[in-house]
């Protein structure tokens, strides 16, 4: 490992809790004109692969859009990466369709899983991993304003690195600060330890903070992030693609 990677990987990730909806959503919103736009675009070493698309959900999109702060910082990450390295963008604005159908399957897995957990409950388990589907201008969710995005980091050959969950996996450990807490890790949890200190650093320098539930999920502007980033007030609310049919009503 070389000595700057070292240096990159040599900090723990905090432990943080988990984020206090209710409080989150009155945190107000400036609003933001900023276009979204496709990490298609992006050079390398930013790649994109939009996994719900590619899985075949309704409503998914085969394109990562995010807004153009957003974008920036992701390449302001990818250029900062040590050499070798890339960054691998899974998902940014996600149609309310999309958020409501992950919302809805997780919270029935769950419901399937342990059939004894109340209301109140059940929506707290759900909303660990996703959070409810909103498109209210005052409380939107983060993944419907173009200031989220779900990311991993890639090897020489573009491969994911080992992360220790998979992407989306639904279990303790996929919160960011897990491996952190482990007293003897074996050397494949050191490695996986050492890509997410990594990828936090990395996206935490940009500007990005991270959700503590999910390795993968970091935000910029959107309400989220003024909590996290400790802000007075969040940039982005909620976001919709750009249409021909939609410019023109603008136009007309």
């Given at each position: 490992?070389?000595?700057?990677?070292?240096r990159?990987?040599a900090?723990?990730?905090?432990?943080?809790?988990?984020?206090?909806?209710?409080?989150?959503?009155?945190?107000?919103?400036a609003?933001?004109?900023?276009?979204?736009?496709?990490l298609?675009?992006?050079?390398?070493?930013?790649?994109?692969f939009?996994?719900?698309?590619?899985?075949?959900?309704?409503?998914?999109i085969?394109?990562?859009?995010?807004r153009?702060?957003?974008?920036?910082?992701?390449l302001?990450?990818?250029?900062?990466?040590?050499?070798?390295?890339?960054?691998?963008?899974?998902?940014?604005?996600?149609?309310w369709?999309v958020?409501?159908?992950?919302?809805d399957?997780l919270?029935?897995?769950?419901r399937?899983?342990?059939?004894?957990?109340?209301?109140?409950?059940?929506?707290?388990?759900?909303?660990?991993?996703?959070?409810?589907?909103?498109?209210d201008?005052?409380?939107?969710?983060?993944?419907?304003?173009g200031?989220?995005?779900?990311?991993?980091?890639?090897?020489?050959?573009?491969?994911?690195?080992?992360?220790g969950?998979?992407?989306?996996?639904?279990?303790?450990?996929?919160?960011?600060?897990?491996?952190?807490?482990?007293?003897?890790?074996?050397?494949?949890?050191?490695?996986?330890?050492?890509n997410?200190r990594?990828?936090?650093?990395?996206?935490?320098k940009?500007?990005?903070?991270n959700?503590?539930?999910?390795?993968?999920?970091?935000?910029?502007?959107?309400q989220?992030?003024?909590h996290?980033?400790?802000?007075?007030?969040?940039?982005?609310?909620?976001a919709?693609?750009?249409?021909?049919?939609?410019?023109?009503?603008?136009?007309?």
């Amino acid at each position: 490992m070389t000595d700057s990677l070292s240096r990159l990987t040599a900090v723990p990730i905090p432990e943080a809790p988990g984020p206090d909806w209710p409080v989150l959503s009155r945190i107000p919103i400036a609003g933001s004109d900023e276009p979204l736009i496709p990490l298609s675009l992006a050079p390398a070493p930013i790649k994109v692969f939009p996994v719900y698309a590619k899985q075949g959900l309704p409503g998914a999109i085969d394109e990562c859009y995010v807004r153009e702060g957003v974008y920036r910082r992701l390449l302001e990450v990818a250029r900062a990466l040590p050499e070798g390295m890339g960054l691998i963008i899974l998902d940014g604005w996600r149609p309310w369709r999309v958020q409501q159908y992950l919302f809805d399957t997780l919270q029935e897995a769950i419901r399937g899983h342990h059939p004894e957990l109340s209301e109140g409950e059940l929506l707290t388990r759900t909303r660990e991993f996703v959070s409810v589907p909103s498109d209210d201008p005052a409380a939107p969710s983060p993944h419907l304003t173009g200031g989220a995005v779900d990311v991993t980091l890639s090897d020489g050959d573009g491969l994911p690195l080992d992360m220790g969950t998979l992407f989306d996996e639904a279990v303790p450990a996929s919160h960011t600060a897990y491996y952190e807490a482990l007293e003897k890790p074996t050397e494949r949890q050191r490695r996986v330890r050492a890509n997410r200190r990594l990828l936090f650093t990395m996206m935490r320098k940009a500007g990005f903070t991270n959700l503590p539930s999910e390795w993968w999920h970091f935000d910029a502007g959107d309400q989220l992030w003024a909590h996290y980033g400790q802000h007075d007030r969040a940039i982005y609310g909620p976001a919709e693609l750009e249409t021909v049919e939609s410019r023109w009503k603008k136009q007309l």
